[in-house]
């Protein structure tokens, strides 16, 4: 049992999966793993997470590196970074290529105006899905690839094919969201107590879970705030003391499950007015 977040067995055995079928060089094991879902269910958190218990480096790139004023480029940091992973491997440490929010630079979106780069980036990877151990005249070492993303409808439809993409759509059972955000929670509720406040929100992702912990402990030690924020030089001399002392202050102040429900239930209220779109009153 790992110490720390707790992520489904279902999710690992599908990462170990295609570690195991990639880094073994299984050539009928398509080299792209795509993980889907909504936001906010720790698509790329648990992957992290997962890969770094495994001991392997994630080489990373995120939607941001995939723009550029410079034409080609995303495309060719794709293959650099593939085969920095795959010498990584070579040298003894298991690697893979991990790319966060795929769909949302790279997607097939109403409206988006196809550039050079995305379709360069695209062209890329589905060279390396169909040639994982050459390009051009440089040979390669084949690593697993992780994507993630929102939706897969939207990713280039040859892309995602059979052979090139193993496609997982990602959504919590309930006895996994019960087990992720009980392992969020467990300072603050009894198991039976995070069934019956999940019961209540039946629609919020697990990150949710841990912004509502974060305000729970903000209003435990609410009173202590203005004593410590009233001579601020003072706490960055003592930062360690009086983070314990809030630490213990918020222990010795926890709330009823009651007041867990009720900003709970505020917090989700105010999210969907925040996030309702009112372009078309």
Same mark, same amino acid.
């Given at each position: 049992?790992?110490?720390?977040?707790?992520?489904?067995?279902?999710? +690992?055995?599908? #990462?170990?999966?295609? !570690?195991?079928f990639?880094?073994?060089?299984?050539?009928? @094991?398509?080299?792209?793993?795509?993980i889907?879902?909504?936001?906010?269910?720790?698509?790329s958190?648990?992957?992290? =997470?997962?890969?770094?218990?495994?001991?392997?480096?994630? #080489?990373?790139?995120?939607?941001?590196?995939?723009?550029?004023?410079?034409?080609?480029?995303?495309?060719?940091?794709?293959?650099?970074?593939? +085969?920095?992973?795959?010498?990584?491997?070579?040298?003894?440490?298991?690697?893979?290529?991990?790319?966060?929010?795929?769909?949302?630079?790279?997607?097939? @979106?109403e409206?988006?105006?196809?550039?050079?780069?995305?379709?360069?980036?695209?062209?890329?990877?589905m060279?390396?899905?169909?040639?994982?151990?050459?390009?051009? +005249?440089?040979?390669? *070492?084949?690593?697993?690839?992780?994507? =993630?993303?929102?939706?897969?409808?939207?990713?280039?439809?040859?892309? *995602?094919?059979?052979?090139?993409?193993?496609?997982?759509? @990602?959504?919590? =059972? +309930?006895?996994?969201?019960?087990?992720i955000?009980?392992?969020? !929670?467990?300072?603050?509720l009894?198991?039976?107590? =995070?069934?019956?406040?999940?019961?209540?929100?039946?629609?919020?992702? #697990?990150?949710?879970?841990?912004?509502?912990?974060?305000?729970?402990?903000?209003?435990? #030690?609410?009173?202590?705030?203005?004593?410590?924020?009233?001579?601020?030089?003072a !706490?960055?001399?003592?930062?360690?003391?009086? *983070?314990?002392?809030?630490?213990?202050?918020?222990?010795?102040?926890?709330?009823?499950?009651?007041?867990?429900?009720?900003?709970?239930?505020?917090?989700?209220?105010?999210?969907?007015?925040?996030?309702?779109?009112?372009?078309?009153?």
């Amino acid at each position: 049992m790992h110490a720390g977040p707790i992520i489904p067995a279902r999710f +690992e055995v599908e #990462v170990d999966q295609h !570690l195991v079928f990639n880094l073994a060089g299984t050539t009928s @094991w398509p080299l792209v793993l795509g993980i889907f879902g909504r936001p906010g269910d720790g698509k790329s958190f648990q992957v992290r =997470t997962h890969l770094e218990r495994r001991g392997v480096l994630a #080489v990373s790139i995120n939607a941001a590196d995939l723009e550029s004023d410079r034409a080609g480029q995303p495309g060719k940091l794709v293959l650099a970074r593939y +085969e920095d992973a795959g010498h990584r491997a070579s040298e003894g440490t298991p690697a893979a290529l991990l790319v966060d929010d795929f769909d949302t630079t790279v997607g097939e @979106w109403e409206h988006s105006t196809s550039t050079v780069n995305h379709q360069q980036v695209l062209a890329q990877l589905m060279h390396l899905a169909d040639s994982p151990t050459r390009s051009a +005249e440089l040979k390669l *070492r084949r690593v697993p690839v992780f994507i =993630t993303g929102n939706d897969l409808s939207k990713i280039y439809p040859p892309l *995602r094919r059979p052979g090139r993409m193993h496609a997982l759509f @990602w959504l919590p =059972t +309930e006895a996994e969201r019960q087990e992720i955000v009980g392992q969020i !929670l467990v300072s603050l509720l009894k198991p039976a107590e =995070t069934a019956e406040l999940l019961a209540q929100l039946p629609e919020a992702p #697990v990150a949710f879970f841990a912004d509502l912990l974060v305000s729970i402990q903000a209003m435990s #030690v609410r009173s202590v705030i203005p004593k410590y924020a009233g001579n601020l030089k003072a !706490l960055t001399g003592n930062a360690d003391r009086i *983070r314990e002392e809030l630490n213990d202050h918020m222990q010795r102040h926890k709330p009823a499950l009651s007041a867990v429900v009720r900003e709970a239930l505020a917090m989700w209220h105010e999210r969907a007015v925040a996030t309702q779109s009112h372009l078309n009153e």
